[in-house]
């Protein structure tokens, strides 16, 4: 069957080109993406066990979670958690299975409650989930008739949605700077040096003609700061480092580390561990970063959450992903391609990789004209529908930013 496949060219200024660009990037400590990568985790998890256990991913979908911010008393050198965080994950999977003539039950919530633990831990260096957060999963059980479809061997999944994937490429120089800031404060090789910089990094990046002005707040962590000149001169030194990061970019870059500071009134970024949940923050799964790490409102994007949905026919999952990858095989295949869109639509009951459209909007480089690369675009954009299901692989092994 031949897929629907449209390709346009967007006429004027690509993203770069703009007076002003404004990009935003919540690091893996936030809030919100602490709630995204919980729901990850719950799916991932789920996935494992259905897959050792029945030889397929069954019906899940666990994409709806909050986190309620707690208290805490930090100060230099130490500091206490007086009141837990409080993280839920909600959804649907599938809890009785008809496998081999029996009706298998899978312990859902065990699994559920295991993966946001490990995820915390993995995550968090000085949060512990046992002693500082309240874990708690509201998971029902699926359409029990969904379970022989996921189990149908060789079949192209049908759409569970009718949803919108958008993706774009490339990264405009901003977006590189705003990801990569916090990239850099959360790797492990910054922490070992700086272990009083927390891993909740948020960065915003304002970008005025060439002149690129960037506000970063990093939660600190107490315990590893004895007084307020070492907090000082953490900031400093941290704040060097970010612009050793810019140094070779062709804006103009400053940073503003922890701006709300006022060390002549004792006002610090203090935590005990690390991120502003301890402290009343609040998450929502979907609230953060969209499925390439980043929030860019002057791009076009979905507003889809990715964590939690399955990785198999939720197409609010599996299109944006796919739309991200199609994006840059765009950019990088086609030279006269200088900025890529791909937004594709799925319609529910049809093949994943049958959608309403598969629609590319492109920015050409000058004097470049559409009609010399519409073939090569719509040919990139069908290859990788045809290989949708690459994409399952791509989240199982964590190898595509979802949030």
Known sequence: MQRSLHVEEIRGYSVQDFDVEIVERKGKGHPDSLVDGASEAVSLGLCD?????????????????????????????????????????????????????????????????????????????????????????????????????????????????????VGYAPLTPTEEIVLGAEKLLNSPTFKKKYPEVGEDVKVMGMRVGKKLETTVAAAMVSGKIPDAGHYVSVIQEVGGELEKLASSSELDVSFKLNAADNPKHGEFYLTVTGTSAEQGDDGNTGRGNRVNGLISPMRQYSMEAT?????????????????????????????????????????????????????????????????????????????????????????????????
């Open 307 to 403: 964590a939690g949905k399955n990785p198999v026919n939720h197409t609010g999952k599996m299109l944006n992903a796919l739309a991200v990858l199609t994006a840059r095989e765009v950019v990088r295949k086609v030279p006269t391609v200088r900025e890529s869109y791909v937004r594709i639509l799925s319609r529910i009951g049809n093949p994943i990789d049958q959608p309403l459209i598969a629609s590319a909007a492109v920015v050409m480089e000058k004097g470049a004209r559409l009609s010399s690369v519409k073939g090569d675009v719509e040919s990139i954009m069908d290859d990788s529908l045809a290989n949708i299901r690459r994409v399952t692989n791509l989240i199982l092994q964590k190898k595509i930013e979802l949030f």
């Open 49 to 165: 066990y259905y897959i050792k256990n029945f030889g397929a991913i069954l019906h899940h979908n666990v994409d709806k979670g909050i986190l309620v911010g707690g208290k805490s008393e930090p100060k230099f050198g130490g500091g206490t958690v007086i009141a837990p965080i409080y993280l839920m994950v909600a959804g649907r999977a599938t809890e009785l299975v008809p496998f081999k003539g029996k009706n298998v039950e899978v312990p859902v919530g065990e699994i559920a409650l295991h993966s946001i633990r490990g995820f915390i831990k993995e995550t968090m260096r000085f949060l512990d989930p046992d002693e500082d957060m309240i874990i708690d999963t509201k998971i029902k059980q699926g359409s029990p008739d969904l379970v022989a479809v996921f189990m149908r061997k060789g079949a192209m999944p049908v759409s569970n949605d009718t949803s919108i994937g």
